[in-house]
């Protein structure tokens, strides 16, 4: 990763952080936030906190960072602080820093303003934090690729011929692309029910999907490829993704044009975007490819994640119970085969251009054994090895007021600890609607 | 279609509209134009002439059109004036009408005012006239899904099984669809190269598909699908859709995710806009479905579009010699199988929302005889069979210089003509940037 900040580990802030926080002052990852009045703004998480950054840019407290427009934090998206491009968010993340760290010192004027940006974050709504404007998810794990191969197609070779050669990616629809902490209600659609003749009801085969998805800040002109040594000029930061999956839908559907219904219900975003500055020190080599890839592919940069990821469920009773969602899947985002900087490259090599708020998403992320799988799809091995909550209740797939909770985080022995907090999402039921009526 | 006016075939405009012109006062498309001196505003095409309608409405000539903003036509989109809704789309167009019929006194304020707002077409430019949200392909005739079959996978079922069971589709890139005129370079990407193994080269197989597109006005909640009965308080209007294909990289890619890298460098629509109202006369009741479809896909009212279509080429020869574009395709889109109301039904059915400026293409439009094909792909047969241009010139796909014209129109015997004018691309040659060298 190119011209990334290393901002040090020592660092502590005058806002409590807690042991174990996802969120220190190394952090300080983007989200948008409504308040109790019903004001909107962008703001950074710290500890069990948020700083309201529309209130600090008011108040003249960031200072003068270049081509940050003047009014970039009180806007109800991150896309402005995102278009301004790669100077612009180090300028503005060392200006934050600085008014966190807790050997500042601090005029009362300056006091003043910041007890008025410090908030709870409890207090606070968190936003669906970008505009997505065009929504690519790929298919970048390995294990995944092999075990979706194996559970769809059994006999046949796994992995598809070509997936070597490129980081295979299909549109998703950017419009239902929904901040997590909303209700995904379980969608209808055609599928071969038990005799094989095509029926019309609510999916039976709702599943998640554990991903990784980056966000494009600067985007880049048609017919202007984004070679590999550039991905940090335009990469803004990384989200956690849920790409719901209904797994009857998707495979009534899926050939020959891919996934379309089976996954445009809903796409979660976790509410806070974790910078690529964040997170380099956190960032190894990236593993070796077998066969060589074509030289746009290429890419001597380290972009591996080391970020620990995992999936968590809660049944309703659980709930009731107060069990502690259950982990289902812990697994790795260097897992993936395919880097950022190579699906980008891949994405825009035929001319074609990005723009802020483009979200690419990593495919799901699983890794070799099946603890590390992302989907229940694979956990279940489609639906036949059930698994077990602590309730005793066995799922498949989902049921109606199942959770599902995506955590993060990149940690080191006695480096501190960065996370993306929770990306959580419900299942609600089937709505009822006219046009839903079972055939 | 329910609720679209028919402004009858009568009315006569104080424009002059040549015999043969696509733009009688019965169509008045909406386009955005940029003027001589960079002013862009919303227009209508009357004749050979525009009428800027930011001219108009600063002015008050548009009188007290419901809901409409009032800045709406000085704005570099339509999406203003389609987020409105039916009824101000109805009574904007209804007071254009007023402005521009010949049996209309004109006061002579408002004389000068429309003097400074007609402007001759050739005096424009036009700019893509809407902002894409989402954009869905779907792949609703017959005709071409078999096609396609029987030349992408001889000797097995050409259709798809489940393909008259739903209106099959897929998401394209929304940020990579431009206005027609513009130049689409040469795509590079992987493919087999004649030895089977993998290489990036520049596409050899660079085709066209012509389709019809239509664009939402009035979008949709999530968990809210639009039923068959509701489609025309969302849908605004029509457009011509090229989306042009490299079928080379999109054999490669395509299993098992779908087209991506294939059509996302470019997808072509035309400069205007014709109106579901303009459109009313030229509808004809649907064809019968056979099986019958689910519930949720039945729609009563007549839907069946009989616009004529057509697809031209010219090659750079043939424009140095002084050849018309020569005509390769004459179609109709009443040869679809899928109905708009059907399209939008399926496409929210699962829930997913839809909003301003969605785009949705029919797919390829091919009849049942070889010159009513609506791709290379099918024209030469896989490339098996050139067509000969009146240069001798032989085509299995597009060269670079090839510009290909694609038009579209409604007429009936004595009935007034309704045209979508031209939708014009030219194929640029393959740029030589650093990342697409030859492997």
């Known amino acids: 990763m190119v011209g990334a900040e290393n901002e040090g580990s020592g660092i502590q802030s005058w806002v409590p952080v807690p042991e174990g926080s996802d969120f220190p002052i190394v952090n300080l990852p983007y989200g948008v936030i409504r308040r109790a009045d019903g004001a909107t703004s962008i703001a950074v998480a710290i500890g069990d906190h948020v700083l309201d950054l529309g209130i600090v840019q008011r108040a003249g407290l960031l200072g003068a960072v270049p081509a940050l427009p003047p009014d970039a934090m009180s806007r109800s998206s991150l896309n402005g602080l995102m278009a301004a491009g790669p100077v612009t968010w180090r300028a503005t993340r060392r200006a934050v820093t600085e008014l966190l760290r807790a050997d500042r010192r601090v005029s009362t004027s300056e006091r003043v303003v910041l007890e008025a940006a410090l908030l709870r974050r409890d207090d606070v709504e968190l936003l669906l934090p970008f505009e997505v404007a065009d929504y690519v998810d790929f298919y970048s794990s390995l294990h995944h690729a092999r075990n979706v191969g194996r559970i769809l197609r059994p006999g046949e070779e796994p992995l598809p011929p070509n997936w070597r050669s490129l980081p295979m990616a299909y549109h998703g629809r950017a419009g239902t692309v929904v901040v997590g902490g909303c209700v995904v209600p379980r969608p209808h659609g055609q599928y071969a029910a038990d005799d094989g003749t095509p029926r019309f009801l609510p999916s039976r085969m709702v599943d998640f999907e554990l991903e990784v998805g980056f966000v494009i800040g600067t985007g880049s002109a048609r017919g202007a490829p984004i070679e590999t040594s550039q991905a940090a000029n335009h990469v803004f930061g990384l989200v956690l993704v849920n790409d719901w999956s209904a797994r009857d839908i998707q495979a009534f559907e899926y050939r020959p044009l891919g996934p379309f219904l089976g996954k445009s219900f809903a796409t979660s975003i976790s509410p806070w975007v974790v910078t690529l500055d964040a997170i380099q020190p956190f960032v190894g080599p990236s593993q070796a490819q077998d066969p060589p890839v074509a030289p746009y592919l290429r890419c001597d940069e380290p972009w591996r994640l080391d970020v620990t990821l995992e999936v968590a469920i809660a049944s309703r009773a659980m709930c009731e119970r107060g069990h502690a969602p259950h982990v289902v899947c812990t697994t790795s985002a260097a897992n993936l085969y395919w880097t950022i900087p190579q699906q980008l490259a891949h ?42 909550l602590p309730t005793g209740e066995q799922r498949a797939f989902l049921e ?40």
Do not use: Y
């Not at 990005?354 to 495919?363: E, I, V």
């Not at 940690?411 to 839903?436: H, K, M, Q």
């Open 347 to 388: 994405a825009t090599v035929n001319g074609a251009s990005t723009r802020t708020g483009d979200l690419f998403a990593s495919g799901t992320v699983s890794g070799p054994e099946r603890g590390s799988w992302g989907s229940l799809l694979e956990l279940t091995w489609g639906g036949t090895r059930a698994i077990e």
């Open 400 to 439: 109606d007021g199942d959770t599902v909770v995506m955590r993060g985080r990149c940690e080191a022995n006695d480096r501190i600890r960065i996370g993306f907090g929770e990306l959580v999402g419900t299942i609600g039921a089937a709505p009822s609607a006219a046009g839903a009526s079972v055939d």
